[in-house]
């Protein structure tokens, strides 16, 4: 087979160039594929291993699910209820025990006047501090603000709030005295040697 090859008509035209600028275009289309497929598989593996642990999460919650709902039942059965409140009212009794009272009456001794007599102190639970409902009464009116305003002065003696005042009234007699009763409520709070 013979080819005829006039140069002057049609003349050698060079293609390296536009090969060389295919072959550069195939080799990063071929780079950027193996880049993308090694991300493919990176992320697909980190996928698994994210929907399995997310897996082993949700068994783990089904079973303190459980755990927690038989819990409950046990503890809402009446033998446990009782041995709660059995312990609540231990605590109760060590909380009054470590209660300073000895420390309180010296602290109450100093501010307290005269004519005042205090009548009823009952010990309330209110966290770390010390809280505690007085009923006292007053020769007087006068008497009785005397008294508050040297407990309010007191730094052994907090968050004063008077839930009840009036006049006494005598059960005997039915007749009302000129003597104040107040029901106090306020936080001790003792002092550090």
């Not at 209660?99 to 966290?127: A, C, K, M």
Request: net charge positive.
């Amino acid at each position: 087979m013979r080819f005829h090859l006039n140069l002057a008509t049609n003349p050698f035209v060079n293609f390296r160039k536009y090969f060389l600028l295919g072959a550069i275009l195939l080799l990063l289309g071929l780079g950027g594929a193996v880049g993308l497929g090694r991300k493919y598989i990176h992320t697909r593996s980190e996928t698994r291993s994210l929907s399995q642990d997310l897996s082993s999460k949700q068994d783990e919650l089904q079973r303190l699910a459980s755990h927690e709902n038989s819990t409950k039942t046990q503890l809402e059965q009446p033998a446990t209820l009782d041995e709660i409140d059995r312990i609540n009212m231990y605590n109760t009794l060590i909380q009054r025990k470590l209660f300073p009272w000895t420390q309180f009456f010296r602290d109450l001794e100093t501010v307290i006047p005269y004519n005042v007599q205090v009548t009823q102190i009952q010990q309330r639970s209110s966290g770390q501090r010390l809280n505690l409902q007085m009923v006292f009464m007053g020769r007087t009116t006068q008497d009785a603000l005397s008294f508050l305003r040297n407990l309010s002065n007191s730094k052994n003696f907090q968050n004063l709030v008077v839930n009840q005042e009036g006049s006494f009234r005598d059960a005997a007699t039915h007749r009302v005295s000129n003597e104040s009763e107040v029901v106090l409520q306020m936080d001790y709070v003792p002092r550090v040697p």
